[in-house]
């Protein structure tokens, strides 16, 4: 067991509210450093709502976050991002107006890291060679897989503590999804702590070190990626698939 020391981020007993609506019912989670955690579940079960609120973008109303040890209420999210949490959310975050280039120096401007821009941007380009073609394009006019690898870009260029990932998948074809993993995979190998979410219950699986299930705004069921992926129950009852292979072809 990692020692407690190690512990990036700890979610506990969190409630988020829209109105009456309860998009988040006592939530709890933890990860470690060097961990890779995945939290999975059907479209509206609150993952994209947790995520937000680990960055201070929406409130909650009751439990706590510990980043680091350290609470964040009332931590503007502009100060969590300098601190090295980096979230890229659904729809890759990417602004369709600058260039590749543009949103590549916004990013490090965000939370310069030791190295130089110009550095940064060798290795970046080294992991994505099609950014390096369209350094100039603006990144609206790039396909939806080219905006991902933008957007996962941005972990190279300023690498976060912690990196929180909001649906990496969503709207790619299966070739783009395996690239996307791919480079996650990569990310992994070099020791980043990574939180996703994902409707790609497979995929997610695959990839993570653990995983919770998240099914109406609460936890219902966690353990490890490999235990979760062979839990034909827990695609039956939680998930709504009959088996884990036939949620996705990543």
Known sequence: ??????????VDGLRVSYGPIQAVRGCSI???EGETVAVVGANGAGKT????????????????ILYRGRATAGVPTHRLVRDGILHLP????????LTVLENLRLAYRARPPDRDFGAMLEEVFEHFPRLGERRSQRAGSMSGGEQQMLAL?????SPPRILLLDEPSLGLSPIMVREAYRVLHGFRALGMTILLVEQNVRAALKFAHRAYVLRQGAIVQQGS???????????NQYLGVSTPTERVKP
């Open 1 to 10: 067991m990692t020692s407690a020391e190690s512990l990036v981020l700890a």
């Open 30 to 32: 933890e990860v470690r």
């Open 49 to 64: 709502t947790l995520l937000r609120a680990v960055c201070n973008m929406i409130p909650w109303s009751e439990g706590a």
């Open 90 to 97: 659904e729809g890759r975050g990417v602004i369709g107006t």
């Open 153 to 157: 870009a941005r972990a190279v260029v």
């Open 225 to 235: 990626g490999e235990a979760l992926l062979a839990d034909a129950e827990l695609f």
